[in-house]
């Protein structure tokens, strides 16, 4: 399935039953060099909209919300130790987390890639 | 030239070419080691006489090695802490224009009165009956901190803003449970200081964030959405931190006490309107003081700072001991709820002792020296130095929220650098090659890129000329394409650009002793 974009700059993309998040690549541009990631215990269970990740960078700290309502089924611990990932793969290998959603349904409602590159032109 | 005994007098002519030299010293500017990393083990500095031979009765706890203090004699120890205070840039050697910090001038009468020794060698424990000085000026300055706020009670310990900030929100916290509600949620502006979130998510309460207009304000409607029953307190700014007054301010208090909440006012920006305001004739319930800010007590490099909390008539019983009285028998210090009075209900013990001393002597030689009208006028000169200040750049640079007036702070965006290549951080580092310390940058978060400049009322018309027309130069260098320039800069500073990335991603947390260099040629 293709990925979707919240207007918070969260992509995910459902594979499997399996959703994976991050955050996009504008958003790690206007963060600047990432220098940490706040991860969730895994078991966590989101409601949409939740804080699921805090994301530092030299510039700003920021939270990072749960697209979809759904439980953290695995983190991406690789960025405990090279936060920079998400600066050099924000949509690949600098994902932040896996989620089992609570409807899947939910992801579908979400932006696809030309109505969050259309919302972008609008910032 | 030469003069009459033959000494050429001019200098050759500049190289630009960098100099390594042999001591790493870079002309009288020495590359001065921490302290540890100087010494020898067989010298001191002091002369002390052989203790008496007695006994031992540590035991197997005597201490074994050297301790490893660093051997060095008086003047040794005297050049160091002094080529390390030559290294400070301080608000006594420039312009400091830090934004929302408020680096003004600390007069030289407040260091002279906090000197004095009925003030300056007193201690916190000593019998009430042999401070009664110090502790009547406790009280007169909370006398003259009421007056400026017009509000009804003074909780003046608290050591910094905050701490302040704590004090104020757990006074509102009292006095909701007091009346048995139990609010969860805290509303804060997107523009507040970050630590107004991080002061009502320690205190237990939920944040939900108050957008601003596009004129860089909070309007009265963005509020009243968001109130509820569930909303303890609104945080506000006011003048906020992109430098402008909070015109709706009174709607917006209105608002909040009409749903059963309070306000908390940050009073980090009162400076801008001492004299001319009152925050109580604004409807704010609480606020903090920034002692070192707005009435001009050292700041900078750890404090020590100040920030008394004012309180409303609404929440004065639940002001927090410690604090002083003055009765017809002398000065008090009121520590217990039951010395604090029967209509009081103080919601905790706020410090152990009196508060920061030396900066109260300092901030109530400033209000006596300047005033009222000194005060008033303070604080009309901050804003009339910031409103110059951006008169001066607005051609050259972008204004975030239009050309209107400003208050005490100057906020631009980076938007006059696009497609220059040069970045808000390039400008900041480019600004210490030309001897001035940068503005505040990426604050607030609201502004892209943002630069917030505040010169407070300290600077004179020739000294903000100078900055004005240097940061013109920058400006206009960096859109002549001298990028490069940017992004190498500082180049003239004692360091380079620092790594902040490498800093942040893999901190050196621990001082390592370095090994002798006889042990390391090994």
């Known amino acids: 399935m293709a990925t979707r974009y919240t207007r918070e700059h969260e992509w995910i993309r459902l594979e499997g039953g399996v959703a994976t998040m991050g955050i996009t690549p504008y958003a790690q541009e206007q963060l600047g060099d990432i220098v940490f990631v706040d991860l969730p215990e895994v078991g966590k269970k989101l409601a949409k909209g939740d804080e699921a990740a805090v994301v530092e960078s030299v510039k700003a700290a920021s939270e990072v919300y749960a697209p979809i309502a759904g439980e953290v089924i695995e983190v991406n611990s690789a960025l405990t130790d090279s936060p920079g990932m998400v600066n050099e793969s924000a949509d690949g290998a600098g994902w932040f987390l896996k989620l089992k959603p609570a409807n899947p349904g939910e992801v579908e409602a979400l932006m696809d890639e030309a109505a969050y590159q259309a919302y972008l032109e609008t910032i | ?207 939900v964030d108050v957008p601003a207009g596009p004129d860089g304000r909070v309007h009265p409607d963005a509020v009243k959405e968001r109130l509820s029953g569930d909303v303890a307190a609104i945080m506000l700014t006011n003048p906020n931190t992109c430098g402008l007054f909070e015109r709706d301010v009174t709607a917006i208090a209105d608002a909040v006490h009409a749903a059963g909440a309070y306000f908390y006012a940050d009073g980090a920006n ?61 000065a008090e210090f009121v520590e217990t709820r039951r010395q604090a009075g029967k209509t009081a209900e103080p919601f905790g013990r706020i410090t152990a002792f009196h508060g920061q001393m030396g900066m109260f002597v300092r901030a109530l030689s400033y209000m006596l020296s300047h005033g009222a009208d000194g005060m008033r006028q303070a604080s009309e000169d901050a804003v009339l130095n910031a409103n110059y200040i951006k008169a001066g750049l607005a051609d050259l640079m972008s204004l975030p929220y239009g050309d209107g007036p400003c208050m005490h702070e100057a906020l631009f965006d980076d938007r006059f650098l696009e497609g220059t290549g040069v970045t808000t951080l390039d400008f900041a580092k480019a600004m210490i090659d030309e001897g001035y310390h940068p503005m505040t940058m990426y604050f607030p978060l609201v502004v892209h890129g943002a630069m917030l400049i505040e010169p407070t009322e300290s600077e004179s018309k020739a000294s903000i000329d100078l900055f004005v027309a240097t940061l013109r130069d920058l400006v206009m260098r960096a859109k002549r394409g001298e990028v490069e320039r940017f992004r190498q800069a500082p180049m003239l500073a004692p360091r380079r650009r620092l790594d902040e990335t490498r800093a942040a991603r893999s901190p050196k947390l621990k001082w390592e002793k370095p090994q002798p260099w006889s042990e390391a040629a090994e």
């Open chain 2, 270 to 330: 009162f400076n801008a309107i001492v004299g001319k305001v009152r925050p109580g004739d604004l409807g704010v319930d609480a606020m903090h003081i920034n002692l070192h800010k707005t009435f001009s007590t050292p700041h900078g490099g750890g404090g020590p700072g100040a920030g008394p909390v004012v309180f409303s008539e609404r929440l004065a019983r639940h002001a927090p001991v410690p604090f002083v009285r003055l009765t017809a028998d002398g």
């Open chain 2, 1 to 207: 030239m030469l003069n009459s005994e033959g000494r050429p007098t001019a200098p050759a002519a500049a190289s630009a070419v960098e100099e390594k030299t042999f001591t790493g010293n870079r002309g009288l500017q020495i590359e001065e080691p921490l302290i540890f990393e100087t010494g020898r083990e067989d010298v001191t500095g002091v002369d002390l006489p052989e203790p008496p031979k007695a006994p031992s009765r540590l035991g197997s706890h005597a201490r074994k090695a050297a301790i490893g203090l660093p051997g060095l004699t008086e003047p040794e120890a005297m050049r160091h802490y002094v080529r390390l205070s030559q290294k400070n840039y301080a608000i006594d050697s420039g312009l400091y224009p830090l934004g929302s910090c408020t680096m003004k001038h600390n007069p030289r009468l407040n260091e002279k009165m906090a000197r004095l020794p009925g003030f300056a060698d007193i201690h916190p424990l000593q019998p009430l009956s042999t401070v009664q000085g110090a502790i009547e000026l406790i009280a007169e300055l909370g006398r003259w901190l009421l007056a400026s706020t017009g509000m009804a009670s003074v909780a003046v310990s608290p050591k910094a803003g905050a701490h302040g900030e704590a004090c104020g929100m757990m006074a509102i916290k009292a006095a909701l449970e007091a009346r048995g509600d139990k609010r969860k949620t805290v509303l804060v502006p997107e523009s507040a200081h970050g630590t107004n979130p991080a002061t009502a998510a320690l205190i237990g309460y939920s944040v």
